[in-house]
């Protein structure tokens, strides 16, 4: 049967597509590709190369499904797959691009920029071509320098402009005396040599322009500055000019042999070395360990708390004759319909230790109030209270559904073999729900995994953990530790490690995704369906 | 009665009058319900409390967390004309910025998913499978260092059509499309499964073509499972505040979300009347939708489940 419908419905497809919608195809898909030339050689000179790629792959993708009639299934779902490839699929490999790379704080340049920035550090070389210099300055403390070379020819310095000729009459320079230096410069007023070697700001002035500073040396000199490093594109290594220490590239780093580093640093692929960092790293180890074990807890603990509190309330209310059924429902269903993030601050008001509502009543009834936002423990029950209050509405509505499905000659089968109600619920109701709701309970627990929003918003992963080397809190899970690590700074942002943890994470809670399919047989059912 | 089949009440074997008097089919219903209408109660005012309080908050004229009485004396809506009048925080704009948003990118995104899910349901194809697991698969990766790839990309794409780049809107409605082939296809491609192909194949009798079925046939069909799915999508990009927050710079630009997550940084507890007044005006569009249809949803989210 399904194959005679399999090749049918490919008769038809064919058929299907009649004269004008092949030409209403063409010119649209004409109209396409005239946008996506524009759009990749716009791309082009603004040097985004990565949009290049992506458009170029999109445009032959489209190209192909909507010209070759053996791809015409695929033409329903082209626009959606473009913004999948764009938005998912391109950020999900940029992150695992990244988990093999330094990239972070003091990482995030390419090679060459980073050379090209650590070549533009210049040094005051000791020796080498020199001035005789005599300085002038401005009421308003602004300098310039007079500058004789080794052959006596005098030049004009001020900071930030290039280097002019001194000649008497131009640019204000007044008479030369025997010694080719002018007396007065208009605005200006010299130091005589006592007053300039005593002078604070001036050895600290850069003359001339970028490039070809001209700095004082000493009383008697000033110099032109050098580049620090020399690079040595051949063995890749930068030479220090002043000490004659050679830097070589490790792991992102340029790095002398006694261990001295270069800043900035640049992008690297660092292989492994952010996964062996997460497994074995004794400095990142405490406060992993806690974060791993809580984040199981919390999801599984979520995962619990919001399906048995609305199982319970399905199994009251599952009774047509209920009174006030549709407004008891109504009622609890609230919680469900306000975003998260307004409950999750309004609760975060209401746990505040000090002015709360919670707390105040507490105090007030068995005067005790709970350190919510203080104490790990706490705050732990906190965050899976608000959780319970944020998921049970929707259990709630999903349990009732599907115990509407259960068939109720079950029960009546049941109570003739005498069991008890108790018996019922263990060995008919439950076991029977889980046959509908377990994929919804794994899907729960995965979303719960990396609920950053709840840990964030709630209290931002606090309180902090002491002592840990980077920045962690006692309700950190994961996913919210890879934002400290990512975003948060304090510490240095450190992308790379951030991205492997995320890569960890995925393949966690992908593994339970898959698994659940396997034992639920969900794939089956995708490929019998129908 | 079908309450016997969940009868949550435990049995107890006593002799004597009360004996009689539990046993009597009526008398244990009466209690049972009396019992539960208590339980309810308080299922109420767990559920409710919060909501009432940040009311109370809100038309407390005393402003702070300190301040604040579940029955607030001297009234007043002083709150949110302070909210509505402020020149730092541009409330309405921000609820006009979300309701936008959420509104557009509801109506494309439905679009993406029910083309898709058509032909998931209808066509049998090479890579089907494997195209609908990587779909699934791809919703578990924890996309929060994926927003430093979408950040940039978008700074690229506004270099080139500024419309779309950072701090727009259209920029933000763009990334939110990334999700429409997710696990939304699978309820609706589940839904359209629903619908018996013997409807398609006659109309293909009749000389239909493919696009003929879907508008005119199928789409009608399938207005429920719209709503639903239209629904979640619209509270889903509503309540974002991550993607905005990272995407929108400029406060004339920010979602109300962003506003009020921005709002509550720095003194919180002295804003907090402040905040509950818009925070309560933010929840009422979907409170106001979801109670309204929650019938709807409450069958289309069943449907999804039991059919697993």
Not at chain 2, 213 to 235: A, E, K, N, Q, Y
């Amino acid at each position: 049967m399904g194959v005679v419908q399999l090749r049918g419905n490919e008769k038809q497809t064919k058929s299907s597509s009649s004269a004008s919608s092949l030409i209403l195809r063409i010119v649209l898909l004409a109209v396409f590709d005239v946008f996506a030339v524009w759009f990749i050689m716009r791309a082009f000179t603004n040097e985004a190369f990565l949009l290049v790629f992506f458009m170029g792959v999109i445009a032959l993708l489209f190209n192909v499904v909507f010209l070759r009639e053996s791809f015409y299934p695929v033409r329903w779902m082209s626009v959606g797959y473009m913004f999948m490839i764009l938005f998912v699929i391109y950020p999900i490999l940029f992150t695992i691009f990244i988990a093999f790379t330094n990239f972070g704080d003091g990482h995030l340049l390419t090679q060459d920029q980073a050379i090209t920035q650590l070549q533009k550090e210049l040094y005051l070389p000791e020796e080498g071509e020199a001035f005789g210099w005599t300085a002038f300055r401005t009421e308003g403390g602004d300098y310039a320098l007079w500058l004789i070379d080794a052959n006596g020819d005098p030049f004009l310095a001020k900071p930030g402009e290039p280097l002019v000729p001194g000649v008497a009459g131009e640019n204000g320079v007044g008479e030369l005396d025997s010694n080719n230096i002018p007396d007065s410069i208009d605005g200006y007023s010299k130091l005589n040599t006592l007053l300039a070697a005593s002078d604070e700001n001036l050895p600290n002035i850069l003359f001339g322009e970028e490039g070809a500073t001209i700095q004082v040396r000493s009383p008697s000199e000033a110099a032109q500055l050098k580049p620090l490093y020399a690079y040595d594109a051949e063995s890749d290594t930068l030479t220090d000019q002043e000490t004659g220490r050679v830097f070589t590239a490790v792991q992102g780093t340029y790095t002398s042999i006694d261990g001295q580093e270069l800043i900035p640093g640049f992008r690297a692929n660092v292989g492994f070395e952010n996964f062996t960092r997460f497994f074995t790293s004794s400095s990142l180890r405490g406060p992993l360990v806690r974060i791993i074990i809580w984040n199981f807890a919390f999801a599984t603990l979520s995962v619990l708390t919001t399906f048995a509190m609305g199982l319970v309330v399905a199994l009251i209310y599952n009774d047509p004759d209920f009174p006030f059924k549709k407004l008891i429902r109504t009622l609890l269903l609230i919680p469900y319909t306000i975003p998260p993030l307004i409950t999750i601050i309004i609760w975060r008001g209401m746990m505040n230790p000090e002015l709360g509502v919670i707390n105040n009543f507490l105090q007030a009834a068995i005067g005790f109030s709970p350190p919510w936002l203080n104490d790990a423990g706490w705050a732990r029950l906190a965050i899976l209270i608000v959780n319970l209050w944020l998921g049970y509405p929707y259990f709630m509505l999903i349990t009732s559904g599907a115990l509407q499905s259960i068939p109720k000659d079950i029960y009546s089968a049941a109570e003739v073999d005498g069991a008890s109600a108790w018996q019922q619920f263990w060995k008919i109701t439950l076991p029977l729900l889980l046959v509908s709701v377990g994929p919804l309970l794994v899907a729960s627990f995965t979303f719960n995994f990396n609920n950053f929003g709840l840990i964030f918003l709630f209290i931002a992963g606090g309180p902090p953990i002491a002592g840990a080397s980077t920045r962690a809190g006692h309700t950190d899970i994961l996913i919210s530790y890879v934002y400290n690590l990512a975003f948060a700074g304090g510490r240095g942002a450190d992308y790379g490690l951030a991205s492997a943890i995320t890569i960890v994470i995925f393949i966690i809670v992908g593994t339970i995704t898959l698994f659940q399919f396997r034992y639920t047989q969900m794939w089956e059912e995708v490929g019998e369906n129908v | 009665m079908s309450s016997s089949a969940i009868d949550t009440t435990p049995q107890k074997q006593d002799g004597g009058f009360f004996d009689k008097l539990r046993n009597s089919k009526s008398f244990r219903y009466r209690v049972s319900v009396g019992i539960r209408l208590i339980i309810a109660l308080f299922l109420i005012f767990f559920s409710v409390f919060p909501v009432i309080w940040v009311f109370s908050a809100s038309i407390n004229p005393i402003a702070t967390l300190a301040g604040q009485t579940l029955i607030p004396e001297n009234a007043s809506f002083a709150n949110y004309t302070e909210l509505f009048s402020s020149e730092v925080f541009p409330y309405w704009r921000w609820f006009w910025n979300s309701i936008k948003i959420a509104s557009i990118s509801t109506v494309l995104s439905l679009s993406i998913t029910t083309l898709a899910a058509y032909a998931f349901s209808r066509f049998r194809f090479q890579g089907r499978t494997n195209m609908l697991k990587v779909i699934l698969l791809i919703q578990v990766f924890p996309g929060l260092l994926a927003i430093v790839a979408v950040f940039l990309m978008i700074s690229d794409l506004g270099d080139i059509i500024p419309f779309f780049g950072l701090d727009t809107h259209a920029g933000l409605i763009l990334v939110y499309m990334g999700g429409a082939m997710g696990i939304n296809i699978w309820l609706m491609k589940g839904f359209f499964d629903t619908i018996p192909r013997a409807i398609d194949e006659s109309a293909m009798v009749d000389g239909a073509s493919h696009w003929q079925i879907f508008t005119r046939l199928l789409l009608p069909l399938m207005r429920p499972i719209l709503i639903v799915i239209g629904i979640l999508s619209f509270i889903g990009t509503y309540g974002d505040f991550i993607l905005a927050r990272v995407l929108l710079k400029s406060t004339e630009q920010y979602t109300l979300m962003v506003g009020l997550q921005i709002f509550t940084a720095g003194q919180f507890a002295q804003k907090w009347g402040q905040f509950s007044a818009g925070a309560l005006i933010g929840a009422l569009p979907i409170m106001i939708i979801y109670l309204s249809l929650q019938d709807y949803i409450v069958g289309g989210l069943t449907t999804g489940a039991v059919k697993g």
